[in-house]
């Protein structure tokens, strides 16, 4: 299985950036497997960004990033996206897919003031 990210750029304060994942290799569709972005910013753990709920297609997303970050899935394409917006530069951080077990190896996002 293999999983990439990509899409990951500098913006400034404001702006809008579209992340997307493709996954490659899976035995079963792709929105049977847990779906999901983080994100980690130098020293410091790794944190949800946005979770995809297969079960009535729902997202879930921290307090923090509701009405700026949101996941989409297209299952017929092995692919799920990020639409980030209203950027912050306390956004940046390298940005993770997570499709089931396995992980992408990132893309940076810099936001500058």
């Known amino acids: 299985v293999q999983v990439v990210e990509s899409g990951g750029g500098s913006v400034q304060a404001g702006g809008s950036l579209r992340l997307s994942c493709a996954a490659s290799g899976l035995a079963y569709a792709f929105s049977r497997y847990f779906l999901g972005w983080y994100r980690q910013a130098p020293g410091k753990s790794r944190e949800l960004v946005a979770i995809?709920?297969?079960?009535?297609?729902?997202?879930h997303s921290p307090e923090s990033m509701k009405g700026r970050f949101t996941i989409a899935v297209d299952n017929d394409k092995n692919m799920m996206y990020l639409q980030m917006s209203s950027l912050k530069p306390e956004d940046t951080a390298v940005y993770l897919c997570?499709?089931?077990?396995?992980w992408g190896p990132g893309t940076q996002v810099t936001v500058s003031s």
């Open positions: 997570n499709v089931g077990s396995w």
């Open positions: 995809f709920i297969t079960s009535g297609g729902r997202t």
